[in-house]
């Protein structure tokens, strides 16, 4: 199995910082993508960021500049720096990894729990 671990989501004041984390356990075998999503009340799942096990990443426009994404394969880590943060930043951050088990010929979707994070105006 694969398990993904959260931590660092919270509650700051409109222009803080938070840095959350996703670490991964279990038979991986490679890793294609890891990556941050968001939910906020009411709204679909969008992607916040992701990055490529070769390090090419993907932010949208609306945290670009605010948010940082970074990866550690070896360690099947994905960190997600958050500055400057907005009230609409509010929501519950999901990790994803699209990695392939040992066991596995393609790869699989999974999914943390959700670290929830609240910004305060």
């Known amino acids: 199995q694969v398990q993904l671990v959260e931590s660092g989501g919270g509650w700051v004041q409109a222009g803080g910082s938070l840095r959350l984390s996703c670490v991964a356990s279990g038979d991986i075998a490679s890793i294609n993508t890891m990556g941050w999503y968001r939910q906020a009340p009411g709204k679909q799942r969008e992607l916040v960021a992701d990055i490529t096990s070769e390090g090419r990443t993907n932010i949208i426009d609306s945290v670009k500049g605010r948010f940082t994404i970074a990866g550690d394969n070896a360690k099947k880590a994905v960190y997600l720096q958050m500055n400057s943060l907005k009230p609409e930043d509010t929501a519950v951050y999901y990790c994803?990894?699209?990695?392939?088990?040992?066991?596995?010929?393609?790869?699989?979707?999974?999914w943390g729990q959700g670290t929830q994070v609240t910004v305060s105006s």
């Open positions: 994803n990894f699209i990695a392939r088990r040992r066991t596995a010929f393609l790869a699989g979707n999974y």
